[in-house]
Structures are given as C-alpha cells and as structure tokens.
C-alpha cells in the first residue's frame, strides 16, 4: 500500500489535521449550533474539496492512480512542504485554542458568541484562511503532485476570495464600527508586522461574535454564504 515514505508522511500530517478539527468541534459542541442554511458558495466550496479530498487520499493509499500528475521536485522542496505543515498544524491549533466555543464552521452569528481578537486575531482578521493557503500549498509540496495542489489551492483561493467579503458584509452589519476599527488595525490573510492594539476581552464585550472560523465566520443571523 506504500511504496514511498512520502505516502506516509502526508497520511500522518492528515492525521494531525483531522485531530485538531474534532477536538475544536467537540470543544465548540458545533453540533449544537442550531438551523443551518447552505448558500451557493458553500456548496460550491464543497464540490470543489471533494476532488481535493480523493486525491490526496489516492496519494495516500493508491499512489499509482495520480501519478499521471507528478512534478519532478527535488526532496529538499518536498521536506520544505512538510516544514509548512507543521507549521500550519501548530498555527491551527492555536486559532482554534484561541476560538474555543465560539468556533463554527459555518457563516453564522450566535447570540451567545463573542469577538474574538486576542491571539492570532491580533495579527490577521481570517488567520484560519492563512493556515489553510499553507495547508495547500504545503500538499502541493510534500505530494508533488499538481492535481491535488491545484485542486486545494483552487477550493482555498474560492474561499479566501470570494466568501470572505460576503462575511465580513455580516459581520459590518451585525457590529458596525466595533467591526470597522478592527479591520482598519488588522490585515485580512497576511500579517503587516503590527499586531492589533489590545481591547477588551471578549468576555467584557457582549453580543458580540468571533470573527472567523474555518471556511467561515461564527455570526448571529441566518445569512449564510
């Protein structure tokens, strides 16, 4: 089943991954979240992680069946794709920390959810779409392979692109200038050096919301995107 070590270095840092999101889901209790209505960009979102989900598990188990799309990396640039996820395991389990039950993975606001900016939230307003950019390009790295980092990259630009302005139109809506301020201080995806002034913590700031969560935002309305 593997015929090379790369196999199953991607299978565990999969595993590594996996563990992280079910900790966080059953930390947040996400199944207890209420109604949930599926908008077009989400379910566009997960037609495309389908494909990018088989094919990294193809390269996993049956590495033969994406073969056909193997780029000639050198090992040094496979080893730095796994530098990157690891990186990224360990920036993941930080957001998620940092979230804690008011993480979602849907676009929703709660009324007992709070803003979240402390942590990494202080850096980025959408660090878990920068963990997830490093996640792709990282399997596009360790697998060598442009079908399946394409596919990633391709389900990871949509979200980051395309969703995130409908989000933070929600999130504007929902808390106005509390929201404004916070995206004057604090850059979307890539952090410019300056973390965000500290403020009230998010338990001194009610009705509030967290900011972000994996392929979404934690919102109190039933606007889904």
Aim: glycine share 6%; charged share 15%.
């Amino acid at each position: 089943m593997f015929n090379d070590k790369w196999q199953i270095i991607v299978g565990l840092s999969l595993l590594a991954l996996f563990a992280v999101r079910v900790v966080s889901h059953f930390r947040a209790k996400t199944w207890e979240k209420g109604k949930t209505v599926f908008g077009p960009i989400f379910i566009i979102q997960m037609a495309l992680t389908l494909p990018a989900l088989i094919g990294v598990l193809l390269f996993v188990f049956y590495e033969p069946a994406v073969a056909w799309a193997a780029l000639p990396f050198p090992e040094w640039l496979r080893y730095l794709g796994l530098l990157l996820i690891a990186f990224a395991t360990v920036f993941l389990a930080w957001i998620q920390y940092t979230l804690g039950a008011n993480f979602s993975p849907l676009v929703r606001i709660k009324s007992d959810q709070q803003l979240v900016i402390a942590g990494p939230y202080r850096w980025v307003r959408h660090p878990m779409y920068t963990a997830i950019a490093m996640l792709s390009i990282s399997l596009l790295l360790m697998t060598a392979n442009w079908f399946i980092g394409a596919a990633w990259l391709l389900c990871t630009g949509l979200v980051m692109f395309a969703r995130t302005p409908g989000e933070e139109r929600v999130l504007l809506d929902a808390f106005g200038d509390q929201y404004r301020d916070y995206m004057r201080s604090t850059p979307r995806f890539v952090p410019n050096g300056r973390p965000a002034p500290e403020r009230k913590r998010a338990a001194d700031a009610p009705g509030a919301a967290a900011a972000q969560t994996v392929f979404g935002s934690s919102f109190n309305k039933e606007k889904q995107l």
